[in-house]
Nanobody
C-alpha cells in the first residue's frame, strides 16, 4: 500500500492551497484518513482527520480555515487550506488506516509535501 501526496508549494499569506493524497495497492477498505504536519524544530501535529463516513476532527490552530474531505471511491483525501499564514509552513503528511486485501490492518504515511507560506 502506498500513499501519494501532492499539492504543496509556495503561497502568500492569506492565500489558499489544496492538498490531495491517494492510497493505492492491495486495499480492501480505507478507514480513517487524515493530515498531519511538522514544522522545523517542532513535533508532528494533527491537522485534520476524516472517517470513512465523513466525520471530521481538526487541530485547534486550523479550525475554521481548513476543510478536510475524501472520495471513498478513489481512496483519496483532500485538504483545502484557506487564510494561510506563515505559522502554517510545514511538511504536510497524509495518513490512512487501511484494511488490506489479506485482511491485515496497518496505518500508512505518505511521503510529505512542503507548504511554505511567505511573502
Amino acid at each position: 500500500v502506498q500513499l501519494q501526496a501532492s499539492g504543496g508549494g509556495l503561497v502568500q499569506p492569506g492565500g489558499s492551497l489544496r492538498l490531495s493524497c491517494g492510497a493505492s495497492g492491495s486495499i480492501f477498505v480505507v478507514r480513517a484518513m487524515g493530515w498531519y504536519r511538522q514544522a522545523p524544530g517542532k513535533q508532528r501535529e494533527l491537522v485534520a482527520t476524516i472517517t470513512r463516513g465523513g466525520g471530521t476532527d481538526y487541530g485547534d490552530s486550523v479550525k475554521g480555515r481548513f476543510i478536510v474531505s475524501r472520495d471513498n471511491a478513489k481512496n483519496t483525501v483532500y485538504l483545502q487550506m484557506n487564510s494561510l499564514n506563515p505559522e502554517d509552513t510545514a511538511v504536510y503528511y497524509c495518513n490512512a488506516d487501511v484494511v488490506r486485501a489479506d485482511w491485515g490492518t496497518s496505518s500508512y504515511w505518505g511521503q510529505g509535501t512542503l507548504v511554505t507560506v511567505s511573502s
